[in-house]
């Protein structure tokens, strides 16, 4: 079994149902960008049946980031698998990802099929999607609370048809991590095709779990996990990136497993996210949050300042969050956004730096503090002009 776990991103489809979390076009296109750099393995950029809209988002972002494999998401039906098809085909890496819930209480109250008809719209939905695209994600729809028997059976005939990837999402945070272990222990068991595929999990934190499950999940063997950027998304949000990603790097001698993220663009990843979304990170999120690395007890400080492995499991700069304590705001001057911009790396000439100084000082007028994802904003703005 591979020792990597890929990281699929949902924080343009599942991140932006988080209640006021909608983005435009150009947002998603700044977010998708980022995302690249921080090196996540697949972008599930929406569900381009939903509207004219998100099939417009995805479709130029499918033509336009180059990189990770380039995901929209759709229902079993025909007109929406083609829908999908047609927005994500310009991308080089695509992936279809079709779902349909198989729990008995979504079955009979919202989709109002038998299991047997279940089974049929696997067939022909996920057939359809292999016939189109040879990388196709099956997931079962609120899986924890299925029916373990049916759930195998839902996911022997999603194989079947040409499934590359198996998604388990608990749908509505409900599971427990120990019973997630065996859920996907036991479909191994009972699907021995399994093993060719990937196995996926997507968890929601309604109970807090999000994250303990995506482990749980992987210590059974899954090598896919699906989150958002600062745990956005649905109800009380997805399994949080950051953290997954964090988990895995600071017990990758315990766990022996790795991820291809480039580690210091979580924190640029984190701000901007909560730029375009306007959802705030609570000061004690792990890994993003203000006080994430700070210390105010006087034995930890005095522990921190004689050695900071006393009370840190990582450096703050491991995740792109730089020691340079000068706050930008409306007073600083062009040489205080000069070195900023030396430490993010960035070196422009007079005229840009006079465009950007023009640029960082009316948005200095609203805000206390500038940040540096301010910064990658207002660059990407009035420089990139992506
Ligand atoms: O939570 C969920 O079950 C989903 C699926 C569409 C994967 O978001
Ligand atoms: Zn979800």
């Not at 062009?334 to 640029?359: H, P, S």
Request: a negative charge.
């Amino acid at each position: 079994m591979s020792n990597l776990v890929k990281i699929f991103d949902t924080t343009l489809r599942d991140g932006e149902q988080s209640p006021g979390a909608s983005m435009n076009l150009e947002e998603k296109m700044r977010l998708a960008h980022k995302l690249a750099q921080l090196g996540v393995d697949i972008i599930e950029v929406g569900f381009p049946a939903s509207s004219p809209g998100d099939f417009e988002s995805v479709n130029q972002i499918a033509q336009q980031v180059k990189g990770p494999v380039i995901c929209g998401l759709a229902r079993t039906g025909h007109a929406d698998i083609q829908t999908c098809w047609e927005a994500i085909k310009p991308a080089e890496k695509k992936r279809i990802h079709v779902f349909i819930a198989t729990s008995d209480i979504h079955l009979e109250h919202k989709l109002r099929i038998s299991r047997e008809q279940a089974l049929a719209e696997i067939t022909s939905g996920v057939g359809l999607a292999a016939s189109l695209c040879d990388d196709v994600e099956f997931s079962a729809e609120d899986a924890s609370r299925s029916d373990p028997d049916f759930l195998a059976q839902a996911v022997a005939t999603a194989l079947e048809a040409g499934a590359t990837t198996i998604n388990i999402p608990d749908t509505v945070g409900y599971a427990l991590p120990d019973e997630f272990t065996e859920r996907i222990k036991y479909l191994y068991k009972k699907v021995p095709q399994l093993k060719k595929a990937t196995v996926s999990v997507h968890c929601h934190d309604d109970l807090g779990l999000a994250v303990a499950n995506s482990l749980a999940g992987i210590k059974a063997g899954a090598r896919q996990v699906e989150g958002c950027i600062n745990g956005i998304g649905e109800r009380a949000g997805n399994a949080s990136i950051e953290e997954v990603v964090m988990m895995l790097a600071t017990r990758e001698k315990a766990l022996g497993l790795t991820t291809n993220i480039n580690r210091k663009e979580i924190y640029p990843a984190s701000r901007l996210v909560s730029m375009i979304t306007g959802v705030t990170v609570q000061p004690n999120k792990a890994i993003v949050g203000a006080n994430a690395f700070a210390h105010e007890s006087g034995i930890h400080v005095d522990g921190v300042l004689k050695n900071p492995l006393t009370y840190e499991i990582m450096t703050p700069e491991e995740v792109g969050i730089g020691q340079n304590n000068l706050v930008l705001g409306k007073h600083s001057g062009r040489a205080a956004l000069k070195a900023r911009l030396a430490d993010m790396g960035y070196e422009l000439d007079r005229d840009n730096v006079e465009k950007l100084f023009q640029a960082f000082k009316r948005l200095a007028d609203k805000k206390k503090e500038v940040f540096n994802e301010d910064l990658e904003a207002l660059i990407a703005d009035e420089i990139l002009r992506i």
